[in-house]
């Protein structure tokens, strides 16, 4: 079965400083993972997905993501945020390559803070 | 191109009620998945149409919920009787058919069942 945690239910940092939203992932076969935000009233963006190749990944918006195996961990980032980067970030793995459906963490609510 | 649209964007109605949900994907999009989130959990996969059949329905959660995709364009969720765990807010997404296509959502439907 797959499953994915999102460990931090907030996290909040200072406009201008990096940021890191953590995901590990649980699957059984190759991982696909991805990465939606969610901002208020509106639906998920697709932000980035890792399927194969360079560990980094990077997305809109700024946003990238390092893919580590031997951690099964896709920790998304972003060198300097902005605070319309505030919004509810959501992690997703599945482990086909088909039309398959998402397998969702819980989301994290990040606050930019001016 | 449009995107994936929902309606209504809120409902509110009565535990033994029915509501039905409407999803129009984005044209040309063979998948169309349901799912939903309840109160800061997990989004939770519902089902998945590939044009008007069902690919997966393993995440409905009963006989209360019926899901249709007459002719392969919009579908309908329609749940009948409310009760008041139904209460969540329902996404649609859709995708092309291919590996690793993103699902692109639409911005919900909050149900609220009183």
């Known amino acids: 079965a797959q499953s994915v945690a999102q460990p931090e239910d907030q996290v909040n940092v200072a406009e201008g400083n990096p940021l890191t939203v953590k995901c590990t992932y649980s699957?059984?076969?190759?991982?696909?993972l991805f990465w939606y935000v969610q901002y208020p009233n509106r639906g998920l963006q697709f932000l980035l997905k890792?399927?194969?190749?360079?560990?980094l990944v990077k997305g809109s918006y700024g946003f990238e993501a390092e893919f580590n195996k031997s951690q099964t961990s896709f920790h998304l980032k972003k060198p300097s945020a902005l605070v319309s980067d505030s919004a509810l970030y959501f992690c997703?793995?599945?482990?086909?390559?088909?039309?398959?459906?998402?397998?969702f963490g819980k989301g994290t609510r990040l606050s930019v803070i001016a | 191109e449009a995107g994936v649209t929902q309606f209504p964007s809120h409902s509110v109605i009565e535990k033994g009620q029915t509501v039905t949900l409407r999803c129009d994907p984005i044209?040309?999009?063979?998948?169309l998945y349901w799912y939903r989130r309840v109160m800061g959990k997990e989004i939770k996969f519902l089902l998945h149409f590939v044009k008007e059949s069902k690919q997966d329905e393993s995440g409905m959660p009963n006989n209360r919920f019926l899901a249709e995709r007459t002719g392969g364009t919009y579908s309908t969720l329609k749940v009948q009787p409310a009760e008041l765990e139904d209460s969540g807010v329902y996404f649609c997404?859709?995708?092309?058919?291919?590996?690793?296509?993103?699902?692109?959502f639409g911005d919900g439907t909050r149900l609220s069942i009183l």
């Open positions: 997703a793995v599945r482990d086909t390559v088909g039309n398959t459906p998402l397998v």
């Open positions: 699957v059984s076969g190759n991982p696909y």
């Open positions: 044209s040309g999009h063979d998948n």
């Open positions: 890792y399927i194969t190749g360079d560990n």
């Open positions: 997404a859709s995708s092309h058919s291919g590996i690793l296509q993103p699902q692109h």
